[in-house]
């Protein structure tokens, strides 16, 4: 199944790997997507080093935001004091 377009009107539901869904009718219509393709903020305690770009890391150790402008290159953000 390939990956469908993203609209205003789309639902998206994450949940854990460990859940086990069960279909509440016979229409079998299972869609999704990983989670990792809805570039959600990752929360680490170190600065990162690594990433693919477009991702968005949060340091909570430094209080920095990280966004991968590209593999491994990285633009910062921190809070204004």
Do not use: C, H, W
């Amino acid at each position: 199944m390939g990956l469908e377009t993203l609209n205003k009107d789309s639902k998206v539901v994450v949940y854990n790997s460990a859940v086990d869904l069960v279909n509440k009718g016979v229409r079998q219509n299972n869609q999704g997507v990983a989670v990792e393709a809805l570039n959600f903020i990752k929360v680490q305690a170190a600065n990162p080093s690594t990433a693919k770009a477009g991702e968005v890391i949060l340091a909570t150790t430094s209080g920095k935001l990280y966004i991968a402008t590209a593999d491994d290159t990285f633009i910062t953000f921190t809070k204004d004091a």
